[in-house]
């Protein structure tokens, strides 16, 4: 069964900073990825999503996230965070399973100060 | 925009109680989801569902069960509530039919088992 890996359970930076979140998957074969947000008091919702072609692959809010295959990894990243940043991040991958499935990381809670 | 509407934001029920979460969604969507989401833990699979009356087990099902009698309701039954099933519960829903869909979730229902 795949796993994924977050590598941070908490993030805490200052307002301007730059963010990267690490994520690995445990799959050989091939995977979607995703990253959600959860805002606080809110649902989770998509930031970006990696199916195919270019592996820099760009998402609501100035987000976005490279896709290196050799490294099992799918790590989001933003140059500049905002204090609306703060929320909890998610990676997930879909293993190649016809029903859509999704295995989740365990999240990493980012808390920017202003 | 698609719309997962989960019956309930908050509930408390007491141990031994059968438990009944619903979701709605108003997409057409085929497959549909149950994830339970603790601290620490991230998002775990309960159940799916691909089809009417159709369910398939994710990684956790143990002390639960699911109905899909109509395409657009897939309910979550705690059969006999217990207090580790104290949680968040989300549902979501997508379109397989549809290539890179993402999953779309609903606002959660924070159930409390006393």
């Known amino acids: 069964a795949q796993s994924v890996s977050q590598h941070n359970h908490h993030v805490i930076l200052s307002e301007a900073a730059s963010l990267e979140l690490g994520c690995n998957y445990s799959?050989?074969?091939?995977?979607?990825l995703f990253w959600y947000v959860q805002y606080p008091g809110q649902h989770l919702q998509l930031l970006l999503k990696y199916f195919s072609g270019d592996p820099l692959v760009k998402g609501i809010k100035g987000f976005e996230a490279e896709f290196i295959k050799s490294k099992f990894s799918f790590n989001l990243r933003k140059p500049s965070v905002q204090w609306s940043d703060t929320a909890e991040y998610f990676c997930?991958?879909?293993?190649?399973?016809?029903?859509?499935?999704?295995?989740f990381g365990k999240g990493t809670m980012l808390l920017v100060s202003p | 925009d698609v719309k997962v509407t989960q019956s309930s934001r908050y509930l408390v029920k007491r141990t031994g109680e059968k438990v009944f979460l619903e979701c709605v969604q108003d997409?057409?969507?085929?497959?549909m989801f149950w994830y339970r989401q603790d601290p620490g833990l991230g998002l775990r699979l309960i159940y799916f569902?691909?089809?009417?009356?159709?369910?398939e087990k994710g990684d956790i099902p143990e002390g639960y069960s699911v109905s899909r009698e109509k395409k657009e309701r897939f309910s979550l039954i705690l059969e006999s509530a217990s207090t580790n099933q104290t949680s968040m519960y989300l549902c979501?829903?997508?379109?397989?039919?549809?290539?890179?869909?993402?999953?779309?979730f609903g606002d959660g229902t924070r159930l409390s088992i006393l």
């Open positions: 997930a991958v879909n293993a190649g399973s016809g029903y859509s499935t999704l295995t």
């Open positions: 997409m057409d969507h085929e497959n």
């Open positions: 979501a829903s997508t379109d397989p039919r549809t290539s890179n869909q993402p999953q779309h």
């Open positions: 569902s691909y089809d009417v009356k159709m369910k």
């Open positions: 799959y050989g074969g091939t995977v979607n």
